[in-house]
């Protein structure tokens, strides 16, 4: 009986101990801001490509009592492309989920042979929250990028806030090229463009795959063809003097990069996907590829390597494609 009684008072002591334990927690209000404050949060996720933006959103306040802001800058190490600057108008979001703009100053100048954009104030404000757009330059490519963000307020004081180093990938872009069979249906990899058959005539070194659609059988429909490839592959097609390079292909589904898709999606190709790829013993050809397919392609010299996406496919024999190329 004593030892039941023992069990019996040690759950009850054991239960008292869990609930004292699971109470919530008081809330402690953060502590007001006392001077010059600034934080900085990077918006862009995925790879950072040559011509396309990194995006900041740089946050800066003074309490009123000490005075109010006056400009705000950026500096990156290394010069952003055309199209870099410093947002002069702030935001925030409303009810809805919409970000409001809120002209806060006058539009960014860019110093400092395009290291920096600087913002001047125009309206009084002890609060802001800027963006900072960088348009990744191509000079950039497999090096680092920092930034230095820092405000300036009436009472003489500066604050600053450092973001990187970010990896700037080693990879191009382009998007939305439009193939059409029999007429402009040759691409080049290296050029990253698409030609008819009298521009593919003058560079045939260039040229790395054929585009073509057959509607018979149902098998083949939309395909990426090397011009080395088997006559069976390329039916009723009369190649241009000189066309003759074997490409590598390997087809893929479910691999819809973000940045190919136009902004849908949450995928991403890196570099490290084009150097890991296995093409060994891959085809020189891809058929039966349908809208969101992708092709990774090994350029017969190994020079290149890149992934072809595939944004929209035509029944009358058409499709926009977009692609990343990598350089070995």
């Not at 010069?79 to 806060?104: M, Q």
């Not at 604050?159 to 090229?177: D, E, Q, T």
Request: overall charge neutral; charged content about 15%; hydrophobic content about 40%.
């Amino acid at each position: 009986m004593l030892y039941r009684n023992f069990n019996f008072f040690f759950l009850v002591w054991v239960l008292l101990t869990s609930l004292t334990a699971c109470q919530e927690e008081e809330y402690i209000l953060p502590e007001p801001i006392s001077q010059l404050t600034n934080d900085c949060l990077k918006r862009t996720i995925g790879p950072s490509i040559a011509s396309l933006p990194i995006e900041f959103a740089y946050a800066m306040a003074i309490p009123k009592s000490q005075g109010k802001l006056v400009s705000a800058q950026v500096e990156a190490s290394i010069p952003g492309g055309t199209g870099t600057y410093l947002e002069h108008r702030s935001y925030y979001t409303n009810s809805g989920g919409v970000d409001i703009p809120v002209t806060i100053g006058s539009p960014s100048t860019v110093v400092d042979a395009g290291k920096s954009s600087k913002v001047t104030f125009t309206v009084d404000t002890n609060a802001a929250t800027l963006r900072y757009y960088y348009i990744v330059p191509d000079e950039a490519k497999g090096q680092t990028v920092s930034f230095t963000f820092s405000v300036n307020s009436s009472d003489g004081k500066t604050a600053s806030y450092k973001m990187g180093p970010y990896n700037i990938s080693k990879m191009s872009i382009k998007k939305n090229l439009t193939v059409s069979n029999g007429t402009n249906a040759f691409i080049s990899i290296e050029d990253m463009a698409i030609y008819n058959a009298t521009s593919a005539a003058a560079i045939p070194d260039k040229i790395d795959l054929v585009y073509l659609y057959r509607a018979s059988p149902t098998s083949f429909t939309h395909g990426l063809v090397s011009p080395g490839a088997d006559a069976t592959f390329l039916p009723g097609v009369t190649l241009p003097s000189g066309l003759k390079k074997s490409t590598k292909l390997r087809k893929v589904f479910g691999l819809q990069d973000r940045n190919l898709a136009n902004l849908q999606f949450g995928i991403y190709v890196d570099d490290i996907d084009l150097t890991s790829v296995d093409m060994t013993d891959m085809p020189n050809y891809a058929i039966g590829l349908r809208a969101e397919a992708g092709v990774w392609v090994e350029t017969a010299d190994k020079k290149y390597r890149a992934y072809i996406y595939i944004n929209s496919v035509n029944a009358t024999g058409s499709a926009v494609i977009s692609m990343l190329r990598y350089t070995l």
